[in-house]
Nanobody, 121 residues
Framework: QVQLVESGGGLVQPGGSLRLSCAAS????????MGWYRQAPGKQRELVAT???????TYADSVKGRSTISRDSAKNTVYLQMNSLKPEDTAVYYC???????????????WGQGTQVTVSS
């Protein structure tokens, strides 16, 4: 059983910062990538940032220059530091992991439960 648990969401004023965390736990053989998506009310879920193992990080244009994704491989944890937050950053943020569970051969995508980020004065 694999589980992703996010933390760090909340209410922040425009221009403020937040750091989201997501820890993967359970029977994990290898993590190939971890990332963050978000979904605003009435909109499709969209990619925010992704961090492949041994590869280059990528960012959505809307957050580029304001956000930094990082990973602690020893802890199977991914972070998203968001600065200069705007009201349009308001959304539920989901982390995901593309990983191979123990005893399996194929990569599977797992999702966290989501954490609300609200940017408002």
């Amino acid at each position: 059983q694999v589980q992703l648990v996010e933390s760090g969401g909340g209410l922040v004023q425009p221009g403020g910062s937040l750091r989201l965390s997501c820890a993967a736990s359970g029977s994990i053989f290898r993590i190939n990538a971890m990332g963050w998506y978000r979904q605003a009310p009435g909109k499709q879920r969209e990619l925010v940032a992704t961090s492949p193992s041994g590869g280059n990080t990528t960012y959505a244009d809307s957050v580029k220059g304001r956000s930094t994704i990082s990973r602690d491989s020893a802890k199977n944890t991914v972070y998203l530091q968001m600065n200069s937050l705007k009201p349009e950053d308001t959304a539920v943020y989901y982390c995901n992991a593309d990983l191979i569970p123990w005893g399996q051969w194929n990569t599977r995508r797992y999702w966290g439960q989501g954490t609300q980020v609200t940017v408002s004065s």
